[in-house]
Nanobody, 115 residues
Framework: QVQLVESGGGLVQAGGSLRLSCAAS????????MGWYRQAPGKQREPVAF???????NYADSVKGRFTISRDNAKNTVYLQMNSLKPEDTAVYYC?????????WGQGTQVTVSS
């Protein structure tokens, strides 16, 4: 089992920055990928950014050039640095790990961007 705990959400003005963290515990041997998703009110959950085991990254077009995903192996933590935030980035952000083909999710952290 893998447990994920997100932190770092909050309220920020448009143009500001936030850094989300996702700390993993449990067995992550065989980690395939880490990622962030988000879900805005009344909308489906959508992928935001991914970091694969071979260090490749992938970003949604809407966040390219503004968001950066990274990891700290020693802390078993994945980060999402979010810059130049826009009101449309407002959502609950979820951390996702794929370990040996199984999906694990965090509880979510709210990000609110005011105009």
């Amino acid at each position: 089992q893998v447990q994920l705990v997100e932190s770092g959400g909050g309220l920020v003005q448009a143009g500001g920055s936030l850094r989300l963290s996702c700390a993993a515990s449990g067995s992550i041997f065989g980690l395939n990928a880490m990622g962030w998703y988000r879900q805005a009110p009344g909308k489906q959950r959508e992928p935001v950014a991914f970091l694969f085991s071979d260090s490749r990254t992938n970003y949604a077009d809407s966040v390219k050039g503004r968001f950066t995903i990274s990891r700290d192996n020693a802390k078993n933590t994945v980060y999402l640095q979010m810059n130049s935030l826009k009101p449309e980035d407002t959502a609950v952000y979820y951390c996702n790990y794929i370990v040996r083909g199984s999906n694990y999710w965090g509880q979510g952290t709210q990000v609110t961007v005011s105009s």
